[in-house]
């Protein structure tokens, strides 16, 4: 009885929580694949406006932020 119980507990726990926690790893990194890839287009110019946005993000974050 005790073996039925603890083992049946433990394929659940695993089923449950080790493989979901796995599985929903595995679906945020896709997710974050998929984004990135269509962020990649090739063109210096949209990547000197994003690196040019992030440098005014950080100034504009370090001037609200400043003691």
Same mark, same amino acid.
């Given at each position: =009885? &005790?073996? !039925?119980?603890?083992?049946?507990?433990?394929?659940?726990? #695993? %089923?449950?929580?080790? #493989?979901? @926690?796995?599985?929903?790893?595995?679906? %945020? @990194?896709? @997710? *974050?694949?998929?984004?990135?890839?269509? =962020?990649? &287009? /090739? !063109?210096?110019?949209?990547? *000197?406006?994003? =690196?040019? /946005?992030?440098?005014?993000?950080? @100034? *504009?974050?370090?001037?609200?932020?400043?003691?």
């Amino acid at each position: =009885m &005790t073996v !039925f119980v603890f083992g049946h507990g433990s394929s659940l726990i #695993d %089923t449950f929580i080790v #493989d979901g @926690a796995v599985n929903g790893l595995a679906f %945020t @990194a896709g @997710a *974050a694949s998929r984004l990135f890839r269509r =962020m990649q &287009t /090739g !063109f210096v110019q949209n990547y *000197a406006l994003v =690196m040019g /946005g992030g440098i005014v993000l950080i @100034a *504009a974050i370090y001037l609200f932020l400043k003691p």
